[in-house]
Nanobody, 124 residues
Framework: LVDLMESGGGSVLAGGSLKLSCTVSGTSVGSYCISWFREDPGKERQEVASIYTLEDTTYYADSAKGRFAISRDKVDNTVSLEMNNLNPEDSAMYYC?????????????????WGQGAQVTVSS
């Protein structure tokens, strides 16, 4: 059973950077899709970036390409999201999630585990 704990986030001015970290415990992440989602009140939860841990292949939403970078630290068992050139539209609660999608594609056929969330606020 996997457990996720986010850290980081906070408030920053537009154009600034923030880093989110997701510590994975309870299992070895040999073959998981670890994703960062964000949710703003009144909007649908959006998958921003993902990493397929078997090969460390990464995937990004169009809104994140060129600005966000997802990476995995095998020693600390963490997945981080570096966010650069932030704008107010990036303000949201960010959640780390883990599921068994191969190459992070297709439907989730088993349980998706969520972290508790980390707030990101970008001011203009």
């Amino acid at each position: 059973l996997v457990d996720l704990m986010e850290s980081g986030g906070g408030s920053v001015l537009a154009g600034g950077s923030l880093k989110l970290s997701c510590t994975v415990s309870g299992t070895s992440v040999g073959s998981y899709c670890i994703s960062w989602f964000r949710e703003d009140p009144g909007k649908e939860r959006q998958e921003v970036a993902s990493i397929y841990t078997l090969e460390d292949t990464t995937y990004y939403a169009d809104s994140a390409k060129g600005r966000f970078a997802i990476s995995r630290d095998k020693v600390d068992n963490t997945v981080s999201l570096e966010m650069n050139n932030l704008n107010p539209e990036d303000s949201a609660m960010y959640y780390c999630a883990a599921d068994r999608r191969v190459y992070c594609s297709g439907p989730v056929r088993s349980t998706r585990t969520w972290g508790q969330g980390a707030q990101v606020t970008v001011s203009s």
